[in-house]
């Protein structure tokens, strides 16, 4: 037994660290009853926004979500942290006794217009990251159901923006360092919606009794006006937020010309003083003054928010590109009926 081979000596700590290294995220499967419920919650409050907990587990890299429920909105009076931490624990409370799946997985919320790449969203990422390794959001959007589409995503934040969101340094040096753009900041995850047998086999039972002959269009707003116009409008204020955050940033580098500017005559006059030291037969002062406060470094601003705003931008151009690239498609394919030529 002394001879003993280097994959057989490992010790019980080594095999434990190598298990615990999980495959990367690839899909998170969802299930119908799931996504209903988040739609009916979603739908019934719009347009206000709402979130609830979603429950599942964690299996290699599939992230199955079985369960989920709504959290109750409050008036802004009302004691928020308190009142959500007991009725999370209650919910998963009587959960676990009727042997529903109670490990929670991450959350879901409800967006407006696609509008969701905000500061609140990563800071409610950091929170979850230091309970749940890997954790993931659903957003859904209601108004985009007008239009017959399921506008759902799955995301979670990129490891080397969580890494920087960390250490809150959000420099021009350090994003070329980690090369870090406005894409990398969130990953959405591809979702896919799975049944049960029994559910499958219901479905398909009702396709049979009730096969569908014609689309029924009286549901959908074809109308281009709201949503476009929303859409619109909602990018002109995200390049008026943009041009502010540039504003900023050519604020600092005015300053800090100004400030290198300072400097260099500040270090002339001093050279000159020091050459007349020199020649009296004294001391030269030093170059550098730290207690002056022009040699005090200017913070630069955070480009968190432009980053967020760019981001916010893009997911606003691709909903109008292809709400467009679909009104076009339906036009061509709609039958034209001309009118009949009148005899002269």
Sequence with gaps: MANLTPTMARSFLQVAATEEVAPPLRVVQIEGLVVLKIIKHCKEFSPSLVTGQLLGLDVGSVLEITNCFPFPIREEDEEIEADGANYQLEMMRCLREVNVDNNTVGWYQSMLFGCFQTVELIETFMNYQENIKR?????????????????????????SFMDLYRNNNFTGEKLREKNLSWVDIFEE??????????????????????????????????????????????????MDDLSGEQQKFQYHYRNLSRQQAQQQAWLQKRRSENMTRKAAGEEPLPEEDPSNAIFKPIPEPSRLGSFLITNQMSNYCNQINGYVTDLKDWLISYPVVMPPLLES
Excluded: H, W
């Excluded at 009794?209 to 029924?216: A, H």
């Design 135 to 159: 954790c993931v959001c659903i957003i859904y959007d209601p108004s985009r159901a007008n239009q017959g589409a399921l506008a759902l995503k799955a995301l979670k934040l990129s490891d």
């Design 189 to 238: 995850i591809p979702i896919k919606v799975s049944n049960s047998a029994l559910i499958s086999a219901f479905m398909t039972e009702l396709e049979a009794d009730t096969p569908v002959t014609q689309c029924d269009y009286d549901r959908l707003q074809l109308s281009t006006s709201p949503y476009l116009e929303r859409n619109v409008e909602f990018l002109i204020e995200c």
